[in-house]
């Protein structure tokens, strides 16, 4: 902060809080055009999406869905962030003094998905990553009940190994650290026995297989691009005058999260019309999670 005139001004933008209008917005406008382009799309490769290189854990393809239209959606999102957006890049984030290279945002009167259990569509908790020597990313939301605290609380290393389980390492191998982890897998329910088997219950891509993926999405991106730019509109008419001047330049990181509408609209959607199979048990805190390989 620093005094101007008698007054203070803070380096961060403060936003009004619980504000829901602008994920109604997204869904009254774009809705169900974004997501019967996006099944269109997922449809015409459901063959190969539901291939075991790119299904390991033997999903059924409505239970795959709660992954893809996460997955296909906020990897678009990120692109047109940048391309559109002009959310600023890492390396262009002011260094802080105590460390750190951030860009802070306050909301007024609380955050806006304090409301998010009376609109299944407004974003929840993501996407939010677990990153240290592994990656695993998932989206929290109305279905799953959880917040990403579920992922934070999970011990360093276990999508690392059940990642290699996977892809086919013994458990009858694993060392006493390995076990305990694994343990902690099937407590938690990223791998759920049946029978003598556990079997894994989240989504789970090689690096090769991401990168393929991505490959794939790019293939969609000009179609959805123009159903981000509707929502992108909505979202600069609703809150640009409430930025100062001096900080328009953060814009394109914090206002774009509002973009992150997308991706529960699209769940909204699909599961209003029976698209989705039925969380349950187990199923629930990680229906749109996945792991790749660092």
């Not at 938690?188 to 556990?198: F, I, M, Q, T």
Request: proline fraction near 4%; charge should be negative.
């Amino acid at each position: 902060m620093k005094e101007i005139s008698g007054k203070y001004q803070t380096d961060f933008v403060i936003l009004p809080g619980q504000n829901v209008s602008t994920a109604t917005e997204i869904y009254k406008n774009c809705f169900p055009g974004y997501l019967n382009d996006l099944m269109a799309f997922l449809e015409k490769h459901k063959d190969l999406l539901t291939t075991e290189q790119f299904n390991k854990a033997g999903f059924t393809w409505d239970r795959l869905l709660w992954v893809y239209l996460h997955y296909f959606t906020n990897h678009l999102l990120e692109k047109f962030k940048y391309d559109v957006c002009n959310a600023v890049k890492y390396w262009d984030i002011p260094d802080r003094p105590k460390g750190g290279k951030w860009i802070a945002l306050g909301f007024e009167g609380g955050f806006p998905t304090d409301q998010a259990e009376f609109l299944p569509y407004m974003p929840w908790d993501g996407p939010v990553h677990k990153v240290n020597g592994e990656f695993a990313q998932g989206f929290f939301h109305y279905y799953s009940g959880l917040n990403s605290s579920v992922l934070f609380n999970l011990p360093d290393g276990i999508f690392a190994l059940c990642n290699e389980i996977a892809k086919g390492k013994p458990v009858e191998e694993l060392d006493e650290g390995q076990k305990y982890l694994f343990s902690v897998a099937i407590e938690k329910g990223l791998y759920v026995k049946d029978g003598d088997l556990c079997k894994l219950n989240y989504y789970f891509a090689t690096q090769q297989d991401f990168c393929e993926l991505h490959e794939l999405a790019k293939d969609f991106y000009g179609t959805a691009e123009k159903h981000f730019y509707r929502g992108w509109k909505k979202i600069i008419a609703a809150y640009k005058h409430s930025v100062p001047k001096h900080l328009h330049w953060q814009m394109g990181n914090f206002l774009s999260n509002n973009l992150n509408a997308f991706i529960t609209c699209s769940i909204y959607e699909a599961e209003k019309n029976g698209l989705l199979s039925q969380p349950k048990g187990a199923d629930k805190a990680w229906l749109s999670l996945f792991s790749c390989e660092r």
